[in-house]
């Protein structure tokens, strides 16, 4: 055993200094800082083996990273993980893109160009403004701005470039389809699973300990799934559902149309088991939108006799009243609904302490350490429940509009592109997905905080950038489109050829 560690160590002269020196390194790091430091040094092996595994397998790592994005607030209840949530997604993004850019065949860079992109920059341009915000005549802190701006503001180029350069194949783009479906179903089962044979250890504890004054209401249960809350699993499993419906009814191969039914139908069940009233809205103007991009009667008189008849037994009927997913539904149409009218209250509130913070009170303050006698404490302290709200708080009524009219612009450019630019019915089929999905998430956003928590940043900004790419690559698709018939018909052919020949 000697003689081969000597071994090693001579013909791995250079390896073992190194190695050495970081154990040398990781002691020094115990003993003045503590654990947190070693384990700081003792992740830098694992970093350069994950940037060589991000040069040599790209594709590989963006769907590890597609996965641990969706399941992450789940996994986070069963395990304690090593980083924080947004370092273990980030981090990978980071070094994902960076391969990529490196690694870039194509020199044409007006593919990595569009109006996205520039309604992106405006955003992250006030973000990074509101470092200098000193409306609360507090100390800045540098960690708590980096923080917030990776997350509110980094993350959406993330998401931007990593799609724009690995997706302009398109079977990736429907790979990311059949993933998402995928991850929507098992979402689904596990709400149902939780509704059928209850929650197991860990969901209970986290119930008791966070969620039963949100998840337990006035007799009715909200079912999470592994989401970070009832309400994010609503809002993002209903816009996922009209997604796969219209893919479904746009697709032209067979097994994806039964895949993507599948998936819509369980994320409609999944919507409804959240119990999340938000998520009917999220479904309705959803699909509201896709009626308006279809420019088909035989869609739209269909869909909305359909619409009109769920609407009258939800607001004008008692049917299904002993459901409890439907009575909490059936709420949405309440005017005095008790949690309705706290939000009111609480907007009402924050509207006299925000009038003289119109860019809000700063992504740059600890709001752990508001003295309890200032006078924007309680702005920290009163609920926000909505995205939005969120952002009045920290951003001011200017960064709100600001960003809702950033989503704006996002969208209209890929209704634009839908109108205008594409062709092929496929093609349409998804960026209306899209499409329909982000301003039912945007819906979702206004009436919950859930727009920008995992997994819905990267799977409905994502989806939007695919919008963007799909005039460039449409060509493509029709050879991809038309190879994936002529396939599907030969398996036809030959299926029939075989139960002929099986009669003779």
């Known amino acids: ?22 154990f040398l390194m990781a002691l020094y790091e115990f003993y003045s800082v503590g654990l947190s430091g070693m384990a700081v040094v003792c992740m830098i092996p694992l970093l350069i083996a994950g940037i060589y595994f991000a040069f040599e397998h790209k594709m590989t790592l963006f769907w590890l990273i597609f996965i641990i994005n969706y399941i992450i607030m789940g996994l986070n209840r069963y395990i304690e993980l090593p980083l924080p949530i947004t370092a273990v997604t980030i981090l990978p993004q980071s070094i994902l893109l960076m391969a990529c850019i490196i690694d870039i065949r194509d020199k044409n860079k007006a593919n990595y160009l569009s109006l996205m992109l520039f309604a992106i920059t405006i955003w992250i341009l006030y973000m990074l403004l509101q470092i200098f915000n000193r409306t609360c005549d507090l100390p800045i802190s540098m960690g708590t701005w980096f923080q917030n701006f990776v997350f509110w503001g980094i993350a959406f180029i993330l998401a931007y470039y990593i799609v724009t350069i690995l997706f302009q194949k398109p079977e990736r783009i429907m790979t990311w389809f059949r993933c998402w479906a995928y991850l929507a179903i098992i979402a689904s089962f596990w709400a149902w699973r939780q509704q059928v044979f209850g929650w197991d250890n860990t969901e209970y504890a986290w119930l008791m300990a966070e969620g039963a004054r949100t998840h ?6 909200r079912y999470f799934s592994f989401f970070s809350d009832a309400a994010n699993f609503g809002c993002s499993i209903a816009a996922s559902a009209i997604v796969f419906y219209i893919l479904a009814i746009t697709t032209i191969v067979k097994k994806d149309k039964i895949l993507f039914l599948i998936s819509a139908l369980c994320c409609t069940e999944g919507f409804f088991l959240s119990g999340t009233r938000t998520a009917l809205a999220c479904f309705i103007v959803g699909v509201a939108l896709y009626v308006v991009l279809s420019k088909s009667f035989k869609i739209a008189i269909p ?59 700063g992504l740059n303050i600890d709001e752990g350490k508001v003295p309890a006698n ?23 009524i200017v960064g709100a509009i600001l960003f809702a009219i950033v989503n704006g612009i996002i969208l209209l450019g890929g209704i634009y592109i839908i109108f205008v630019k594409l062709k092929n019915k496929v093609c349409i089929g998804i960026a209306s997905g899209c499409c329909c999905a982000f301003v039912a998430i945007q819906v979702g956003g206004y009436a919950n905080h859930i727009l920008l928590q995992y997994p819905n940043l990267l799977l409905y900004y994502g989806g939007m950038t695919m919008v963007y790419l799909l005039p460039g690559i449409e060509n493509d698709f029709n050879s991809y489109i038309k190879q994936l018939y002529d396939e599907q018909e030969e398996k036809k052919r030959l299926k029939l050829e075989k139960k002929l020949a099986s009669r003779v």
Do not use: C, E
């Not at 055993?1 to 970081?22: C, E, H, P, Q, W």
């Not at 337990?216 to 249960?221: A, D, E, K």
């Not at 949690?339 to 009170?361: E, H, I, M, T, W």
């Open 1 to 22: 055993m000697t003689n081969s560690l000597s071994t090693y160590a001579k013909d791995n002269r250079g390896r073992v200094i190194l190695l050495f020196l970081l």
């Open 216 to 221: 337990l209401i006035g007799g009715s249960i």
């Open 303 to 361: 869909v909305a006799i359909l619409g009109a008849i769920f609407f009258f037994i939800l607001a004008f009927t008692q049917i299904g009243q002993g459901n409890m997913q439907i009575r909490r539904m059936r709420s949405a149409f309440n005017k005095d609904d008790a949690s309705a009218n706290v939000r009111d209250v609480n907007k009402a509130a924050l509207k006299k302490y925000l009038r003289d913070a119109p860019f809000g009170l």
């Open 374 to 396: 200032h006078k924007y404490k309680i702005v920290y302290q009163t609920s926000n429940d909505s995205t939005y709200v969120f952002l009045w708080q920290r951003a001011g």
